[in-house]
Structure formats: C-alpha cells, structure tokens
C-alpha cells in the first residue's frame, strides 16, 4: 500500500499537485487528479482504484486477525479463570476479575511481583542493612485485594471449623489472629495459583 501512495504522490507532484504527508490523504491527492489532462487522467484512476482495493483488503484481514485475537484472548482468559477456581478461596467472580485485569504474567519475574501489582507486599523502610517492613503498600487493584481478602477469610473461617490438623493454614492459626492468617494468605496466592 505504501508504495501506491508513494506512486501517486510522487506522479501527482510531477504535475505540481503537493499535499499532506499520510495515508488519510490520498483521496484529497485522488480528488485534485481529477482536474489533470485526460491522459494523465486515466493513469491515476487505476492508481486510485489500486489504492482503494488495496485499503479494504487491508482493512478485512486486519478485522480477522482482530476477531481471532479477540477470540484466544477470550478462549486464555476463561482456561486461567478456570484455574484460579481450583484455589480454595477464590470464586468465579474473583478469577473473573483477576483473568480481565492482570497483564500478561510473563512481564512479572515472580509471584511476589505479581502481588507487589495487586497491592498486597509490604511497604519496605529498610536502610543501612536494617530490613523493616511496613503495612501492605495498597497501590495496586483495590477491587481484586478487597476480594481476594474476602476469599482468604473465608478460608480461614472455613479451615477453623474444620478442627485440628497438620496444614500451614491451621499452624499458623494456633499462632496468629484469623484476620493476620487471612491476609498472610491473601498476600501468598500468586504463589499457590502457580500463575508465575
């Protein structure tokens, strides 16, 4: 395409006929050619007519390769929202939110990256070797945090019922608040979705 545009305005600046730089006016350029000599006329009516079938096929395949992309988009999202359901504590309507969202998880290095995006790593004030943790930052996606907070309370609430066991979630409930349990488990799901 490129290079019909290139072709027409090139021949048209022969006959000192000179416009803007850009696809978009070509046909302002076509127009202008109407007022040429009839010989010259016939010329840039086949280099319009190229341009213009030129520009719809153009147009078509990038309206098929859009609906395919739309379409395995869409196919990815519901397989990674299927597997974030399997993690106890997260429903449809959080994976839902998460798959809709999060980039793509091969621009985060780890899990701790995903849940820096999310909001759900501590603020660090460290200095001179002296590591001190904050609260969570709280930057990130403040409707995924608040459901995935609700999750890991459920789960925890659930797990408490349940009586005395071996798992992390009961050991850590023998030591620690339910509420503390819940976000500690809240701030570690990218690691046990296996998402990165």
Known sequence: MTQVVNAIRSHLAEFGIVGPVGVRNVDRLL???AELPPQAGDAF???GRQFHETRDRVAEITRKIETARKIETAR?????ARRLTTIPGV?????????????????FHSARDDAAWVGLTPKQHSSGGRERMGGISRMGDRYIRRLLCLGALARTRTRRRLGEGDDWIWQMLERKPAKVVAIDLRRRWPERSGRC
């Open 91 to 107: 429903g449809v309507r959080t994976a839902g939110a998460i798959t809709a969202t999060t980039p793509d998880v091969s621009q």
């Open 76 to 80: 990815r999202q519901v397989a990674s």
């Open 45 to 47: 009516d086949l280099l």
């Open 31 to 33: 127009e202008a050619a």
